[in-house]
């Protein structure tokens, strides 16, 4: 069973390994993916509705996703989201379909939004993408 740490390393891991221009919504004060994202080269945008003190080298932006500044996401090929609430799902989704990117999102335990997306396994954990973006995604 992985720690949460582990987890968000993981997701970082996959993300970094196939995207090069990304943003995380709704960060919170855990910005570890962003981390394993911004040391593997790829850039990276954080968002949340709450103002947060971002580690050196992330970008952070405040930002609520139900009333997107839509302008802070285009040209970004993944937009994720790691245990977003539900309240989240149908804001995200209509973010990535506007700007044409990749929705991945990472639920708590068996939690999933609608039909679930496609399933995708990175490393030991199942992210779901809700969104294929229109810039060749993986």
Aim: contains cysteine.
């Amino acid at each position: 069973m992985s720690t949460p740490r582990q987890t968000e390393q993981e997701i970082g891991r996959y993300i970094a390994g196939r995207y090069r221009d990304v943003a995380e919504v709704g960060v919170g004060n855990n910005f570890e993916a962003a981390l394993v994202i911004r040391e593997a080269g790829v850039t990276i945008l954080c968002t949340d509705i709450r103002d947060q003190d971002a580690p050196p080298g992330i970008r952070f932006v405040r930002d609520d996703v139900t009333r997107p500044d839509t302008s802070l996401y285009r040209g970004k090929d993944c937009i994720y989201a790691i245990r977003p609430g539900e309240e989240m799902m149908r804001p995200l989704i209509a973010l990535a379909e506007e700007v044409g990117a990749d929705l991945l999102v990472y639920h708590l335990g068996f939690e999933i939004y609608a039909d679930g997306g496609e399933i995708i396994p990175a490393g030991k954990v199942l992210l779901h993408r809700y969104v294929r973006g229109t810039r060749g995604s993986p």
